[in-house]
């Protein structure tokens, strides 16, 4: 133990304190037209921050390189002839890796006499240029450097206006009071699976995200009112995109963290060829360390594979194949030693498995000038398992529970992009679904002394959906968009027809307004239609087979203002109206699906059930500046809901007010080349509490279990949540290698934030969960 301790401090310090060179890399890439995604030869790429100025001129394939650029960060300026200028501000250039950009351009209108509007910022404009409302773009430096993020969006959007954690333990999030199950994932432009280890049916989020942030690109976060080409999401959308690996010169990465062990690699595939190869693998750090060491009487093991394949041709197109897997599972042993048993729990050993995983493959061609045609085709499955076994008084293992969940999914997407010129542009596309659903589970019965199944379910349906979308540019200031979208379940033949609308208009320089509405829908979890149950003639039916699908009305007006080149200010207020909600069919019942944290409901249900989110959200960020960024943001709502017995009643998430900070400080130092560079992040969450129902005390120690006055439903509210997140880095840029050092602690103060209450039947009495404390992340990384 010694030798190894003194081995790292020694290559430790070899890495920060070795002779500094001048650090530089390159930046190249290619311009494109944002619409076509054709090449622009002749633009003009520069560093605009450097003296003297750094620039190049894209060559007859759009493609730019610029050698021998400082490390550090940049801000990246293109102009071409037709083309609105583009500024793309705080690039992070690292000496460890090549900078490979896409850089889209959109194209000028024919000129009036009204004002032209300023080379517009690209870190508050949507990547996807329909997105005109409700949409914040977040960059893989973000999730990498925001406190207590540690590579996963989920985490890291937490900082976002209207956005709430619900559980410090994983990543779910509720979005403007909504469950965190109306929460859609998307990679590459098409739907995927929850892609979280720990997961369970049903669900968007789970205990640890299986994204690397090696794959991740620049993304969009959507939160309302969102454009045609989204469907099946009630609350929010991550629209994930994918970076191409380096298609020049071969890189590696590897990080250790306590979450786990990373290696990435990227390259080409050949010199003469440009597709190029970008795979990451992790292995969980704490089953690493189990091989070893004895970590007690239970294990936490994950590990999971990323990758994107980049395959273009001189003729067809461009191809990519990518995917994403992830295992986890969670194991308990039993107590051996019957001595040790104080009650019956201690001789069940049980096992949970959570797997998820996508693959999917895409073709992209530019027709014309005009047209872009984009298709894929992705594979996706979710399992859970459990399975738990008792130790009999023979020291003899016996089946006490078996249960499995599989989803899978085939899904066929295309897509059309057509310039019909400068002011209209149209994208329509089309999304067919094979939905595959199988569970089983059965358990031990004390009456026969025997397992018993209970439930043995598969089944299929196939799901339709079509949108289109128009974007009118009226003025240089004013741009509309009209789209709809449709959405069939072949199921039981629901759908919804949605149709939308938004608007964004340029008041003045840095000045904009913009107004939104949509209608949306979202089909129910898969287990919900397939539940079965007996009717009072003994026959087996399926009460929730006929269910519609959950819809819902999105209004949305927003202020943006932009005080300073570096200084946002926006305020947008809200409204959403949702129907068709399902509610049980019992008229004393108070559930409704819009109060679920996980899984999914099996009792008979109706959709009779509505809710209601309203609120306003005010965001104010300093971009990187003078080595400082902050990110202000507060959210005040209401979230109510009606169930069957007619009554409006707060939703579980109805926490009324939510204030976060998020902020940072860079301090560069290093004698002679400032290629030291240490970070100092902090992220401070203030919420109201999530709602609870009070508990039946009388026959929760009659039933020994816990009951609740369900009359009473969400009428209690736990105390206020508050979170103090801390990251403290250190980044040295050698002339080949970026070495990073880091610290992230969640919850540094270890505040015990109520989680909720329950009866604890061997006391008689009614005790409090909590929920995590301290979680200190510790981490190094080496780009090379």
């Not at 690209?122 to 997105?131: F, G, L, P, R, V």
């Not at 004013?478 to 959405?487: A, E, S």
């Not at 207020?573 to 019942?589: C, E, G, K, M, R």
């Not at 249900?605 to 902050?630: I, P, S, W």
Request: proline residues 3%; contains cysteine; hydrophobic residues 35%.
């Amino acid at each position: 133990m010694k030798k190894s301790i003194l081995i790292f401090c020694v290559l430790t310090h070899f890495a920060f304190h070795s002779s500094a060179q001048i650090p530089t890399q390159i930046i190249r890439g290619v311009v494109v037209d944002e619409i076509t995604q054709a090449t622009l030869p002749g633009a003009t790429v520069v560093v605009a921050d450097l003296d003297p100025v750094m620039g190049v001129n894209a060559d007859m394939n759009g493609a730019f390189r610029l050698d021998k650029v400082p490390v550090g960060y940049h801000t990246i300026k293109v102009v071409m002839m037709g083309y609105e200028d583009l500024v793309r501000p705080n690039v992070l250039l690292n000496s460890g890796k090549e900078l490979v950009l896409t850089l889209s351009l959109r194209e000028k209108l024919v000129q009036t006499k009204e004002v032209t509007i300023t080379a517009e910022l690209e870190k508050q404009k949507a990547i996807n240029e329909m997105s005109l409302v409700s949409t914040r773009t977040f960059s893989v430096e973000e999730t990498q450097k925001f406190a207590a993020a540690v590579n996963d969006p989920a985490r890291m959007v937490s900082s976002f206006a209207g956005v709430l954690s619900t559980d410090d333990g994983n990543n779910n999030v509720s979005i403007r009071g909504n469950s965190p199950n109306g929460l859609q994932w998307r990679m590459e432009g098409v739907e995927i699976p929850s892609p979280n280890h720990y997961a369970f049916p049903g669900t968007a989020g789970g205990g640890i995200s299986i994204l690397s942030s090696q794959l991740l690109f620049n993304s969009d976060f959507l939160t309302g009112a969102f454009t045609a080409e989204y469907g099946n999401a009630l609350s929010g959308v991550f629209d994930l995109k994918l970076r191409k690996g380096n298609n020049e010169n071969r890189e590696f990465t590897f990080q250790s963290s306590f979450l786990g062990l990373d290696v990435a690699a990227e390259g080409p595939f050949s010199k003469k060829y440009n597709g190029s190869y970008l795979i990451n693998y992790r292995y969980s750090t704490l089953a690493a360390i189990g091989k070893i060491i004895d970590l007690g009487d239970a294990a936490t093991n994950f590990q999971d594979l990323s990758f994107n394949i980049y395959l273009p041709t001189n003729k067809f197109g461009q191809f990519t194949i990518f995917g994403f897997g992830g295992l986890s599972s969670q194991d308990f042993e039993a107590e051996t030693d019957s001595s040790k048993w104080e009650e019956d729990f201690d001789r069940y050993s049980s096992d949970f498995i959570s797997n998820t995983g996508a693959v999917g493959a895409t073709h992209s061609i530019t027709l014309s000038k005009k047209l872009f045609l984009r298709t894929a085709l992705v594979s996706s499955k979710f399992e859970n398992k459990y399975r738990a076994k008792r130790l009999n008084d023979s020291y003899e293992f016996e089946s006490r529970e078996n249960a499995r969940t599989v989803n899978d999914r085939y899904l066929f997407s295309s897509n059309l992009n057509f310039k019909i010129n400068a002011r209209n542009t149209l994208k329509s596309g089309i999304v067919l679904s094979k939905l595959n659903y199988s569970i089983f589970q059965n358990s031990y019965n004390t009456d026969v002394d025997s397992m018993i199944n209970y439930l043995d379910i598969k089944n299929a349906t196939q799901t339709i959906q079509f949108y289109s979308t128009w974007m009118n540019r009226v003025t240089e200031r004013w741009t509309l968009q009209f789209g709809v979208h449709y959405l069939a379940l072949a199921l039981n033949n629901s759908f919804s027809f949605e149709p939308r609308v938004s608007s964004s208009f340029a008041i003045s320089e840095g000045k904009t307004l913009s107004v939104g509405y949509g209608l949306h829908s979202q089909i129910q979890t898969l287990g919900v239609y397939f539940a079965e149950a007996i009717d009072s003639s003994g026959n087996i039916y399926r009460p929730n087979e006929e269910l519609d699908l959950t819809k819902s009305h999105h209004f949305v007006v927003g202020y943006d203002h932009m005080l300073k080149p570096w200084l946002h200010f926006k305020i947008e207020a809200y409204y959403q109206h949702l129907f068709d909600v399902p509610i049980s069919v019992d008229t004393t019942n108070t559930f409704s699906v819009l109060n679920l944290r996980d899984g999914y409901y099996t009792e008979p249900l109706t959709n009779d059930g509505l809710g209601r989110n309203y609120g306003v959200e005010l965001t104010v960020e300093q971009f990187l500046h003078h080595d400082l960024y902050f990110l202000f943001s507060s959210s005040i709502y209401e979230s109510k809901y009606r169930a069957n017995d007619g009554k409006w009643r707060n939703t579980l998430y109805n926490g009324n007010y939510t204030f976060t900070f998020t902020g940072g400080k860079e301090i560069t130092t290093g004698s002679k080349f400032k290629n030291r560079i240490i970070g100092l992040n902090i992220k401070l969450i203030y919420a109201g509490g999530l709602r609870t129902t009070p508990i039946d005390v009388e026959k929760s120690m009659t039933e020994e279990s816990t009951y609740y006055f369900e009359k009473h439903a969400f009428t209690g509210q736990n105390p206020a949540y508050f979170r103090t997140d801390i990251r403290i880095s250190m980044k040295r840029n050698r002339p080949k290698a970026t070495h990073i050092l880091s610290l992230d602690i969640q919850n540094v103060t270890s505040r015990k934030n109520v989680y909720g209450d329950f009866f604890d039947a061997k006391s008689g009495k009614v005790k409090t969960y909590y929920q995590t404390p301290l979680i200190p992340i510790l981490g190094y990384r080496i780009e090379f």
